[in-house]
């Protein structure tokens, strides 16, 4: 009996699978942690690593339940879908694989969230943004200039396309600086890694969505960068690259599956069309070019229509805003991408944080095309709905360079200004409009005016108390200039005094010149003017036709009223108070905002040949 027994106890030990523990094969978790608490309980977790498909998964974790296991054509990626439910609490869930007798184990963290959703702030036309170039305002760290197993290790500041050391501590060095001059909002272009073997300083060839680019610091330094711009007051927007990313990128690399990106028989670059878009007489063939196109050889064009791939970036989107804490984004080519992923994005980002506010690159020649993407725009004709509430004003930019440097005429000169703006009805809301002079793709607006002063303080001025919200390219207070003939390098100039080795400081205003520091206080007077008078953030617009050189225009509301006038001649203007009437009508005295001084007689307004006036008008 005890030899059946014995007999009997060794068959069923044998018949059980004994699992041993092996080597974790995951060499990448994206998103690296997750949060409890979000509006969206459904998350997305890729996991990379040597034939990870082959095996088998299992979840046992309170309040989450595994729901569908993803398996693309490459075994390396296995995409899980979790429901991580409102019971869920904070805490390391770990996400057990099996496969024959072998086994390991992926801990996974889910953090409380950090964000209320009311808590992130947006921006709106209350705010002054500031755009900065990371690797070419201020070199902060010198310890991470070069480091080792990237490419491009080398820094020379002598090569327009090459990296020359700025950093995100660069730009906390000088937040202060950012505060003094009246900017409310930093923007800074991409930060992300960009690990290309050339001409990746700029940011725009994404090679990991979850890694700052390591020569400009790390996730953590970004997100102090956030919270100390917060402490100060200001706010911070991302750059983001939804179409394209760097065929460095390790999931180009090894992509999961062929439609990741748009492929094409041979390299097929993007016509930069989006007006086949809001073309109604557009051809297919013209709009696949846009959209499916790649932007540059080093850059493969993302496919959004994958839904794997959808959802990988809209979390990333998400994801920053709860890890970092950011205000908003910048959308790089908007028009690019596909658009009903776009907007499935934004209705998802919008349920997370109902505050935040993005805005979208638009560079089109013609408003319509560029209204076209804004939301509740009255030239949508496809019958789809826009949810894109900001878009960046690439047409007054134009106007109010032209307008500056043609000679006056019918449709040219000022007048150009004025038709530009005529055309506001075409927008959902031209107040949302991000307005600007010049940034990081087109030559600085000093230079575009001839280096002539006065034409430039002109532009401050339009911008300053024009509708939109207002961008500030970093340096434009100090007179940079450059063109983008022959590279764009020459408009991405560093800031005099980010570097120690740098001969002068224009950080301070011992380091500027005369003229740049007259420049500077002109752009900080402007600003502080901005922030104290409501009325030319929010105020209503109404402009007059430009008559004999002179355009002038009101922001106005029921209890306030600014007057703006430009002259573009050689000559001294009067103001003839009875054309304005409609607004000038009821107010007794105008200060002069530049100077402060008080004109007690409407009647007998003049503007200096080549010259801009700002009078706030008063009643008593």
Request: charged share 25%; proline share 5%.
């Amino acid at each position: 009996m005890k030899k059946f027994l014995l007999t009997v106890l060794l068959f069923l030990a044998a018949s059980l699978t004994i699992l041993a523990a092996v080597t974790n094969p995951v060499k990448k978790v994206q998103p690296e942690f997750w949060w409890t608490g979000m509006h969206n309980t459904k998350l997305q977790i890729l996991i990379y690593g040597d034939k990870i498909a082959d095996w088998k998964i299992s979840l046992n974790y309170p309040g989450v339940a595994l729901g569908e296991i993803v398996h693309t054509t490459n075994p390396s990626y296995t995409f899980l879908y979790v429901d991580v439910s409102t019971a869920a609490q904070p805490g390391t869930m770990n996400i057990q694989f099996i496969k024959g007798k072998e086994k390991f184990s992926q801990p996974y963290e889910l953090k409380a969230r950090q964000r209320t959703p009311g808590q992130i702030a947006g921006f709106d036309e209350s705010d002054l943004l500031y755009l900065v170039f990371p690797d070419r305002f201020s070199n902060g760290d010198p310890s991470n200039d070069s480091i080792a197993g990237l490419y491009e290790m080398k820094v020379d500041r002598n090569n327009p396309g090459g990296r020359h050391g700025g950093d995100i501590q660069g730009v906390i060095n000088h937040l202060d600086y950012m505060k003094d001059l009246g900017i409310t909002t930093l923007w800074l272009n991409p930060v992300q890694e960009n690990n290309q073997p050339a001409y990746s300083y700029h940011g725009y060839a994404i090679t990991d969505f979850y890694k700052v680019d390591p020569r400009l610091g790390n996730n953590d330094l970004y997100a102090k960068l956030v919270n100390e711009a917060h402490n100060k007051g200001l706010k911070v927007i991302m750059d983001y690259v939804y179409n394209h990313v760097g065929t460095e990128a390790w999931f180009i690399k090894d992509m999961p599956s062929p439609d990741w990106v748009n492929q094409w028989p041979e390299f097929t670059r993007c016509n930069y069309r989006p007006v086949t878009i809001a073309d109604p007489y557009g051809s297919q063939y013209d709009r696949k070019l846009n959209a499916d196109g790649w932007f540059d050889k080093h850059m493969a064009d993302l496919n959004q229509r994958n839904p794997l791939l959808a959802d990988y970036l809209i979390q990333n989107t998400i994801w920053w805003v709860e890890f970092s804490g950011i205000d908003g984004y910048r959308v790089d080519t908007y028009p690019y991408p596909d658009n009903d992923f776009m907007n499935e994005c934004l209705r998802r980002l919008y349920a997370e944080y109902p505050n935040i506010n993005v805005v979208g690159e638009t560079w089109e020649q013609n408003v319509p095309d560029v209204a076209f993407f804004q939301k509740n725009s009255p030239v949508r004709h496809d019958g789809k709905q826009n949810e894109l509430e900001s878009i960046t004003d690439f047409n007054l930019a134009f106007a109010i360079k032209d307008g500056l440097k043609e000679s006056f005429g019918w449709n040219t000169g000022l007048r150009k200004i004025y038709y530009t703006l005529a055309q506001d009805f075409l927008y959902g809301d031209a107040y949302k409009n991000m307005i600007f002079l010049d940034n990081h793709d087109v030559s600085r607006i000093y230079s575009e005016l001839g280096e002539d002063f006065s034409k430039w303080k002109q532009a401050i001025s339009i911008l300053m108390t024009m509708r939109g919200i207002p961008c500030l390219y970093y340096g434009t207070e100090i007179l940079m200039s450059g063109t983008t003939n022959p590279t764009d390098g020459f408009v991405r100039k560093d800031f005099p005094g980010g570097w120690a080795a740098d001969s002068s400081n224009k950080f301070t205003a011992a380091g500027r010149s005369p003229r740049e520091q007259e420049a500077f206080t002109y752009v900080k007077k402007l600003a502080d003017f901005r922030k104290a008078y409501p009325v030319v953030q929010t105020g209503k617009l109404m402009q007059f036709v430009p008559e004999d050189e002179v355009y002038v225009y009101f922001r106005y509301d029921d209890k306030n009223c600014v007057m703006v006038a430009v002259n573009s001649s050689n000559q001294v203007k009067k103001i003839d108070a009875k054309r304005y009437a409609e607004r000038m009508n009821g107010y007794t005295k105008g200060f002069d905002v530049s100077t402060g001084g008080m004109y007690s007689d409407l009647n007998n307004l003049s503007v200096d040949p080549h010259g801009v006036m700002i009078w706030r008008l008063s009643k008593d």
